[in-house]
């Protein structure tokens, strides 16, 4: 019989391979202030899974054990779900409306935090996934404005901008658009 694990697992999976879909070339056409954005609260979700779960997700997060990344993306994964019903629910918005722009920001946030982690069960996503965290960590010079739109989101709808528990005055928010996961400095130093 097919234990919870396996069901977990499969879930985890399948949100894996959804998330680097929509990764591939996602931050091509992305102004440059709005990528920074991305990878500030991209850094913040790390960092609140590693709270929960250990720095192994912030130091070696393909290295983590197969059922602990199903059981992390899989929670995500509901994220994910809730986030895709609030754009719906904002459908009658424009781009650049702070709330709409906000949640599609988490969205894909959430998207590379779960690729990353997906490395875990499935190792050939790394490419798609070092090449998303390039782009974001590329524009890292707009982080000025990241921040502010971050802050705008906040402002509209009373809201962190990031998961609670994690730093979000406007000096943290600016760090975290502007510096790389340590798993990805960790690669740099090293070569």
């Known amino acids: 019989m097919f234990g919870l694990n396996f069901f977990t697992r499969r879930r985890a999976q399948r949100a894996t391979f959804a998330a680097r879909a929509a990764l591939a070339g996602a931050f091509a056409g992305q102004p440059p202030a709005e990528r920074a954005a991305i990878m500030a609260v991209a850094n913040a979700i790390l960092a609140s899974v590693a709270a929960r779960h250990g720095d192994a997700?912030?130091?070696?997060?393909?290295?983590?054990?197969?059922?602990?990344?199903?059981?992390?993306?899989?929670?995500?994964?509901?994220?994910?779900?809730?986030?895709s019903l609030s754009l719906d629910r904002l459908s009658d918005r424009d781009f650049g409306d702070p709330v709409l722009d906000g949640v599609h920001r988490q969205m894909r946030a959430t998207e590379l935090v779960v690729g990353t982690l997906?490395?875990?069960?499935?190792?050939?996503?790394?490419?798609?996934?070092?090449?998303?965290?390039?782009?974001?960590?590329?524009?890292?010079r707009h982080a000025k404005a990241?921040?502010?739109?971050?802050?705008?989101?906040?402002?509209?709808?009373?809201?962190?901008?990031v998961p609670e528990g994690v730093p979000s005055r406007?000096?943290?928010?600016?760090?975290?658009?502007?510096?790389?996961?340590?798993?990805l400095r960790a690669r740099t130093a090293a070569a």
């Open 57 to 83: 997700v912030l130091l070696r997060p393909a290295a983590l054990r197969k059922d602990e990344a199903a059981a992390i993306i899989a929670e995500l994964s509901v994220s994910i779900t809730k986030l």
């Open 170 to 183: 406007p000096a943290d928010l600016l760090a975290m658009a502007t510096t790389a996961p340590p798993f």
């Open 118 to 140: 997906g490395t875990a069960l499935d190792p050939s996503g790394k490419r798609i996934v070092a090449e998303a965290w390039s782009a974001l960590y590329g524009a890292r």
């Open 146 to 161: 990241a921040v502010a739109a971050l802050l705008a989101f906040q402002e509209e709808t009373g809201i962190s901008p």
